[in-house]
């Protein structure tokens, strides 16, 4: 039986992850209340930031930004667009 969460960002009962994306509280809170689908959205714009952006992951600026950017994601606000991005069909 799929697992399912009420999701912060969609405000709906969606599938839920399988697993907390990372250890602590957290990855805890995100496995408890995002749908895989907001998750892998996330994934995939995170990609598109740290390419565009032209982020560094050692850099400690770099990973807060993210994180604060995750947030904002997740939560359903208002959060930061890769310059240059084009969506496939447009």
Same mark, same amino acid.
């Given at each position: 039986?799929t697992?399912?969460?009420?999701c912060r ?21 995100i ?6 689908q ?10 598109r930031?740290?390419?565009? +952006?032209? =982020?560094?992951?050692? &850099?400690? *600026? ?8 995750? %947030? +904002?994601? =997740?939560?359903?606000? &208002?959060? *930061? ?8 069909? %447009?």
């Open positions: 039986m697992r399912t969460v009420f960002k969609y405000q709906q009962e969606l599938e839920g992850l399988d697993k907390p994306p990372y250890p602590g509280p957290q990855g805890q809170d496995f408890d209340n995002v749908s895989k907001a998750w892998t959205e996330w994934q995939e714009h995170q990609t930031l740290i390419n565009e +952006k032209h =982020l560094v992951m050692t &850099d400690p *600026d770099a990973r807060k930004y993210l994180k604060e950017q995750m %947030q +904002k994601f =997740l939560s359903g606000g &208002d959060f *930061d667009q890769a310059e240059g991005y084009v969506p496939e069909g %447009q």
